[in-house]
């Protein structure tokens, strides 16, 4: 089982404000998914990241995926109040085969009005 | 399109009962994934199916858990006897195949709470 590494545990930011929240790993993963998940729901997909050096963008959030595919970074620019929940990364090692994934613990994310 | 269903939202029970979570995972759907999540170890892993079948039981804890998947649109975790330290938030999901480029759907938990 890989380990994911996510940093910051929390972090408590003012509305408009930039953050960048990290998911490190020393194994490679074949593809990595960022979820986001609130108080009393389960986690939902945010986007999917395959190729190493990958950037996608979603509204004001930026996922990137590292050269080397051990790492991955999100990015929120002019942060609002319905960013905040729990930020997730998952990595699937099995190369397409029938592992599941493995999830980080997390970065808690409160944006404040 | 319904999601991943599960029941009961909340259960408490007193130690020793027998628990049971049930899922419906989204129709189509060939793979299905029970996590179990806590503020200590975050979301973990316990078993997941494919076609109905369990492929990889290892983070079940121990003899206490099992799961069952009888069809292809139901799926049981069961705690016997439970114990405190089983409480936390235990998530279903479905993905159409089990690899890791494909989105996994989750269902919005069960909060078991162990007194």
């Known amino acids: ?113 | 399109d319904a999601g991943v269903i599960q029941s009961p939202r909340h259960e408490v029970t007193e130690m020793g009962q027998e628990v049971t979570l049930r899922c419906k995972p989204i129709s189509g759907h060939n793979s299905l994934f029970w996590y179990r999540q806590t503020m200590m170890r975050g979301l973990e892993l316990l078993i997941y199916f494919n076609n109905n079948v369990p492929i990889d039981d290892s983070g079940m804890p121990e003899d206490r858990f099992s799961a069952k998947m009888p069809n292809a649109s139901f799926s049981t975790l069961k705690i016997q006897p439970s114990e405190p330290r089983d409480s936390a938030v235990y998530f279903c999901a479905s993905s159409l195949t089990p690899g890791g480029a494909q989105p996994q759907h989750f269902g919005d938990g069960t909060r078991l709470s162990i007194l």
């Open chain 1, 1 to 113: 089982t890989q380990l994911l590494e996510q940093s910051p545990q929390f972090l408590s930011i003012q509305e408009g404000e930039n953050l960048t929240v990290y998911c490190n790993s020393s194994s490679v993963f074949s593809s990595l998914q960022w979820y986001r998940q609130e108080p009393g729901e389960g986690p939902v997909l945010l986007v999917t990241v395959v190729t190493g050096g990958e950037v996608k963008k979603l509204k004001r959030l930026t996922f990137q995926f590292g050269d080397a595919r051990k790492d991955s970074s999100l990015h929120i620019t002019a942060a609002q109040p319905g960013d905040t929940g729990l930020y997730l990364c998952a990595g699937d090692d099995s190369g397409g085969g029938a592992d599941g994934l493995t999830f980080g613990k997390g970065t808690h994310l409160i944006i404040q009005p």
